[in-house]
T-cell receptor
């Protein structure tokens, strides 16, 4: 298996633009996690899905952030409108039944 | 107050030394995870445990549920062990919330 796939790997955008991050989990995994990492706040869990259903979205910072998982093999994290403080590395991870998580390589987002 | 506290925040060791990183938590948990993040940024899950002890190569993780404490040990440390080690817990109950420590930055010098 190729592991967790994230795209794009790097994204540079201007304030106010919409940003969409994509994640393909490992085949057979039924839990998917979106994380954000910054120097100031460290690693934060934004939201996670179990069997495509959002379980805990308490980490989503505000209404500008939304996440979807339309099927077991794809998820998106959308920021609209983006702000400079959203600049961070966004990780996606997947697991089987909340067991060991496998992380993707991350998307480095820069909002100018 | 953070639900997960790690110590030390920073640790410098000489190659070959035995290293211990500690994690204390304040919530009832279903499982505890140890993660490793290398300087290049990639994150790897080292262990998931809910009781006792697990060993993988030179790494050993232990957990004491009664004391709400876990330790990560590295035997015969090597410069390639230099990384940030993060403790995370999944709480008990219906919501299965995750809480993260702030990480321990380990630097092993040759």
């Amino acid at each position: 298996d190729a592991g967790v796939i994230q795209s794009p790997r790097h994204e540079v955008t201007e304030m106010g633009q919409e940003v969409t991050l994509r994640c393909k989990p490992i085949s057979g995994h039924n839990s998917l996690f979106w994380y954000r990492q910054t120097m100031m706040r460290g690693l934060e869990l934004l939201i996670y899905f179990n069997n495509n259903v959002p379980i805990d979205d308490s980490g989503m910072p505000e209404d500008r952030f939304s996440a979807k998982m339309p099927n077991a093999s794809f998820s998106t994290l959308k920021i609209q409108p983006s702000e400079p403080r959203d600049s961070a590395v966004y990780f996606c991870a997947s697991s089987f039944h909340l067991a060991t998580q496998y992380f993707g390589p991350g998307t480095r987002l820069t909002v100018l | 107050k953070n639900e997960v506290e790690q110590s030390p925040q920073n640790l410098t060791a000489q190659e070959g030394e035995f290293i211990t990183i500690n994690c204390s938590y304040s919530v009832g948990i279903s499982a505890l995870h140890w993660l490793q993040q290398h300087p290049g940024g990639g994150i790897v899950s080292l262990f998931m445990l809910s009781s006792g002890k697990k060993k993988h190569g030179r790494l050993i993780a232990t957990i004491n549920i009664q004391e709400k404490h876990s330790s990560l040990h590295i035997t015969a440390s090597h410069p390639r062990d230099s990384a940030v080690y993060i403790c995370a817990v999944r709480s008990q109950g219906n919501f299965n919330k995750f809480y993260f420590g702030s990480g321990t930055k380990l630097n092993v010098k040759p």
